[in-house]
Protein backbone atom coordinates (compact mmCIF):
# COMPACT_ATOMS: atom_id res chain seq x y z
CA UNK A 1 0.00 0.00 0.00
CA UNK A 2 0.89 3.75 -0.55
CA UNK A 3 1.51 5.99 2.19
CA UNK A 4 -0.83 9.60 1.29
CA UNK A 5 1.47 11.47 3.75
CA UNK A 6 4.22 10.38 1.39
CA UNK A 7 2.63 11.36 -1.63
CA UNK A 8 2.24 14.77 -0.68
CA UNK A 9 5.39 15.00 0.75
CA UNK A 10 7.00 14.35 -2.52
CA UNK A 11 5.00 16.59 -4.59
CA UNK A 12 5.99 19.50 -1.96
CA UNK A 13 9.43 18.17 -2.44
CA UNK A 14 8.98 18.64 -6.35
CA UNK A 15 7.63 22.38 -5.69
CA UNK A 16 3.87 21.21 -7.03
CA UNK A 17 1.76 24.22 -6.16
CA UNK A 18 -1.85 22.82 -7.48
CA UNK A 19 -3.52 19.32 -7.08
CA UNK A 20 -6.59 19.67 -9.23
CA UNK A 21 -8.95 16.92 -9.16
CA UNK A 22 -12.11 14.88 -8.16
CA UNK A 23 -11.89 12.63 -5.66
CA UNK A 24 -12.90 9.13 -5.63
CA UNK A 25 -12.15 5.81 -3.14
CA UNK A 26 -8.52 5.47 -4.74
CA UNK A 27 -7.60 9.00 -3.59
CA UNK A 28 -9.52 10.33 -0.87
CA UNK A 29 -6.72 9.91 1.03
CA UNK A 30 -4.56 12.40 -0.93
CA UNK A 31 -7.73 14.77 -1.20
CA UNK A 32 -8.09 14.71 2.81
CA UNK A 33 -4.66 15.69 3.67
CA UNK A 34 -4.28 18.65 1.08
CA UNK A 35 -7.60 19.92 2.24
CA UNK A 36 -5.93 22.00 5.11
CA UNK A 37 -2.35 22.06 3.67
CA UNK A 38 -1.25 25.57 3.21
CA UNK A 39 1.64 24.72 1.15
CA UNK A 40 -0.52 22.99 -2.33
CA UNK A 41 -3.96 24.44 -3.29
CA UNK A 42 -6.38 21.76 -3.96
CA UNK A 43 -8.81 22.27 -6.84
CA UNK A 44 -11.93 20.30 -6.81
CA UNK A 45 -13.66 20.22 -10.16
CA UNK A 46 -17.45 18.19 -11.20
CA UNK A 47 -16.01 16.07 -13.86
CA UNK A 48 -12.34 15.09 -14.75
CA UNK A 49 -11.96 16.52 -18.36
CA UNK A 50 -12.27 20.05 -16.22
CA UNK A 51 -8.89 19.32 -13.77
CA UNK A 52 -7.02 18.88 -17.25
CA UNK A 53 -7.75 21.86 -18.89
CA UNK A 54 -7.52 23.75 -15.31
CA UNK A 55 -4.17 22.07 -14.85
CA UNK A 56 -2.97 23.52 -18.18
CA UNK A 57 -4.05 26.74 -17.66
CA UNK A 58 -2.35 26.48 -14.35
CA UNK A 59 1.14 25.54 -16.30
CA UNK A 60 0.60 28.04 -18.93
CA UNK A 61 0.21 30.89 -15.85
CA UNK A 62 3.72 29.49 -14.66
CA UNK A 63 2.45 27.55 -11.63
CA UNK A 64 3.24 23.37 -10.95
CA UNK A 65 0.05 21.89 -11.15
CA UNK A 66 -0.57 17.53 -10.90
CA UNK A 67 -4.21 16.51 -11.55
CA UNK A 68 -5.40 13.89 -9.26
CA UNK A 69 -8.29 11.58 -10.14
CA UNK A 70 -9.34 7.86 -10.90
CA UNK A 71 -9.13 6.05 -14.48
CA UNK A 72 -12.36 5.99 -14.91
CA UNK A 73 -12.35 10.01 -14.56
CA UNK A 74 -9.61 9.36 -17.17
CA UNK A 75 -11.75 8.28 -19.77
CA UNK A 76 -13.95 10.60 -19.32
CA UNK A 77 -11.32 13.32 -20.05
CA UNK A 78 -10.36 11.85 -23.03
CA UNK A 79 -11.42 15.27 -25.25
CA UNK A 80 -9.62 17.79 -23.14
CA UNK A 81 -6.43 15.81 -22.39
CA UNK A 82 -6.27 15.27 -26.58
CA UNK A 83 -7.36 18.86 -27.51
CA UNK A 84 -5.59 20.41 -24.55
CA UNK A 85 -2.69 18.89 -22.98
CA UNK A 86 -1.44 17.07 -26.10
CA UNK A 87 -2.51 19.43 -28.88
CA UNK A 88 -0.96 21.95 -26.66
CA UNK A 89 1.92 20.07 -25.28
CA UNK A 90 1.54 20.60 -21.99
CA UNK A 91 3.69 18.57 -19.56
CA UNK A 92 0.84 17.75 -17.59
CA UNK A 93 1.53 15.23 -14.62
CA UNK A 94 -1.68 12.81 -13.41
CA UNK A 95 -1.61 10.64 -10.30
CA UNK A 96 -4.50 8.14 -11.22
CA UNK A 97 -6.67 5.86 -9.07
CA UNK A 98 -6.00 2.24 -11.04
CA UNK A 99 -9.69 0.87 -10.03
CA UNK A 100 -10.25 -2.76 -10.26
CA UNK A 101 -6.02 -3.34 -10.55
CA UNK A 102 -6.04 -6.40 -8.07
CA UNK A 103 -8.95 -8.17 -9.37
CA UNK A 104 -7.34 -8.30 -12.70
CA UNK A 105 -4.76 -11.27 -10.88
CA UNK A 106 -7.50 -13.33 -10.18
CA UNK A 107 -9.18 -15.22 -13.56
CA UNK A 108 -11.84 -16.22 -11.34
CA UNK A 109 -13.56 -12.69 -10.60
CA UNK A 110 -15.06 -10.68 -12.22
CA UNK A 111 -12.86 -7.59 -13.64
CA UNK A 112 -13.77 -4.19 -13.74
CA UNK A 113 -13.49 -2.96 -17.50
CA UNK A 114 -12.41 0.33 -15.84
CA UNK A 115 -8.92 -1.99 -14.86
CA UNK A 116 -9.13 -4.15 -18.62
CA UNK A 117 -9.31 -0.75 -20.78
CA UNK A 118 -7.24 1.35 -18.39
CA UNK A 119 -3.26 0.62 -19.57
CA UNK A 120 -4.24 -0.13 -23.31
CA UNK A 121 -5.97 3.27 -23.49
CA UNK A 122 -2.69 5.23 -22.38
CA UNK A 123 -0.64 3.13 -24.28
CA UNK A 124 -2.84 4.04 -27.72
CA UNK A 125 -2.60 7.64 -26.63
CA UNK A 126 0.73 7.36 -26.38
CA UNK A 127 0.65 8.75 -22.83
CA UNK A 128 3.98 7.27 -20.76
CA UNK A 129 3.26 6.25 -17.45
CA UNK A 130 4.31 4.14 -14.25
CA UNK A 131 3.15 1.98 -11.61
CA UNK A 132 3.12 2.95 -7.82
CA UNK A 133 1.87 -0.05 -5.71
CA UNK A 134 4.32 0.32 -2.60
CA UNK A 135 5.98 3.92 -0.70
CA UNK A 136 9.33 2.84 -2.89
CA UNK A 137 7.64 3.23 -5.89
CA UNK A 138 6.47 6.79 -4.60
CA UNK A 139 9.77 8.55 -6.66
CA UNK A 140 8.06 7.89 -9.94
CA UNK A 141 6.31 10.57 -9.48
CA UNK A 142 9.58 12.47 -10.09
CA UNK A 143 10.58 10.78 -13.23
CA UNK A 144 6.86 11.35 -14.55
CA UNK A 145 7.74 14.55 -14.11
CA UNK A 146 10.98 14.75 -15.48
CA UNK A 147 9.63 12.43 -18.78
CA UNK A 148 6.87 15.29 -18.87
CA UNK A 149 9.13 17.98 -18.96
CA UNK A 150 11.54 16.65 -21.52
CA UNK A 151 8.60 15.72 -23.96
CA UNK A 152 6.31 18.36 -23.48
CA UNK A 153 3.26 15.78 -23.10
CA UNK A 154 1.40 14.59 -20.13
CA UNK A 155 2.45 11.61 -18.25
CA UNK A 156 0.72 9.79 -15.71
CA UNK A 157 1.48 7.79 -12.78
CA UNK A 158 -0.99 5.08 -12.10
CA UNK A 159 -1.98 4.68 -7.96
CA UNK A 160 -2.60 1.27 -7.05
CA UNK A 161 -3.53 0.92 -3.24
CA UNK A 162 -3.53 3.86 -1.04
CA UNK A 163 -4.26 4.36 2.81
CA UNK A 164 -3.34 7.47 5.35
Not at 82 to 111: C, F
Not at 126 to 134: A, E, G, H, S, V
Amino acid sequence: MLTAKLIVAELKKLNVTHVVGLPDNSTAAVHDILQDDPDIELISVCREGEAFAIASGLYVGGKRPVVLIQCTGFFESGDAIRGTVINAQIPVVALIGYRGYHKMSNADEWVDTAAKLFEPTLKAWNIPYYIMKKDDDIRYISEAFKRAEDNSMPTAVLIVGICK
